[in-house]
Nanobody, 123 residues
Framework: VQLQASGGGLVQAGGTLRLSCAASGRTFSTYIMGWFRQAPGKEREFVAATTWSVGSTLYADSVKGRFTISRDNAKNTVALQMNSLKPEDTAVYYC?????????????????WGQGTQVTVSS
């Protein structure tokens, strides 16, 4: 399984970014796909997740209403649309895959990880 994250960058507060995660190596219909982030000196934290099959979603309270996770089954990609970005959103963002359709916010319960993409929000 390979997960390739892209789309990070530098943006001003209030701006938008769209992250994308390209998944390959198997059929992901029974998987959950998630996004996590890790700021310097902090633990990796859950951001959002979606079931690949029906597109159910779960969000961290800190991003609810600002971020949207979506998947494109035909392209095998998962996107994270980030609006109204804040300086505290600055982190390396990782996509992850879990071999189970039960939602969890615990990073250790995800089985595969992408390489991470840096998001920096300036004030």
């Amino acid at each position: 399984v390979q997960l390739q994250a892209s789309g990070g960058g530098l943006v001003q507060a209030g701006g938008t970014l769209r992250l994308s995660c390209a998944a390959s190596g198997r059929t992901f219909s029974t998987y959950i796909m998630g996004w996590f982030r890790q700021a310097p000196g902090k633990e990796r934290e859950f951001v959002a997740a979606t079931t690949w099959s029906v597109g159910s979603t779960l969000y961290a309270d800190s991003v609810k209403g600002r971020f949207t996770i979506s998947r494109d089954n035909a392209k095998n990609t998962v996107a994270l649309q980030m609006n109204s970005l804040k300086p505290e959103d600055t982190a390396v963002y990782y996509c992850a895959a879990r071999r189970n359709q039960q939602f969890t916010t615990v990073a250790a319960r995800y089985n595969y990880w992408g390489q991470g993409t840096q998001v920096t929000v300036s004030s």
